[in-house]
């Protein structure tokens, strides 16, 4: 006997949005220059390493969103926003050369690293590719052995 559908069943159902667009919709939400930080950061991400994949992890109720996740044969970096700056952490931030210093928060720990952006903050966009692509290449090679 076939189970009648009910209003719940059909929620739990419905197409649950893909990871860009959950993260589309966390830029959205967050708005104001944080918004449009995240999203700078984001652009960058996915030029700096064309075969990324977006993911979303750590969804709870305290933060139905979930964090923004970008992968490339494991965690490149997330993106968080906070009241007064937007966090970009690498998951193996201390194994990483940053020789522009790029790296300002979370120094103290010993695998992840973080950039803090704050309102006005420019992005120098060639040396985050560069960390970026390192920490793919990071990824890769430990991957492989």
């Not at 719940?8 to 949005?17: L, V, Y």
């Not at 931030?93 to 790029?102: E, I, Q, S, V």
Request: proline share 5%; aromatic share 6%; with cysteine.
């Amino acid at each position: 006997m076939a189970k009648k559908k009910t209003s719940a069943n059909k929620a739990a159902s419905a197409k649950e949005p893909s990871p860009s667009q959950l993260i589309d919709a966390k830029i959205e939400k967050v708005g104001g220059w944080r918004g449009d930080m995240l999203a700078r950061i984001r652009e960058i991400i996915h030029d700096a390493c064309p075969d990324v994949v977006e993911t979303v992890k750590w969804r709870k109720p305290s933060n139905p969103m979930g964090v923004p996740v970008w992968e490339s044969a494991g965690i490149i970096c997330t993106g968080e926003s906070y009241k007064s700056a937007v966090k970009m952490t690498f998951a193996h931030g201390a194994r990483l050369k940053d020789p522009a210093k790029l790296f300002n928060a979370s120094l103290e720990g010993g695998t992840r690293r973080a950039i803090d952006f704050h309102e006005g903050d420019k992005i120098d966009a060639k040396a985050l590719k560069a960390l970026i692509r390192e920490a793919a290449a990071f990824n890769k090679s430990k991957s492989r052995g």
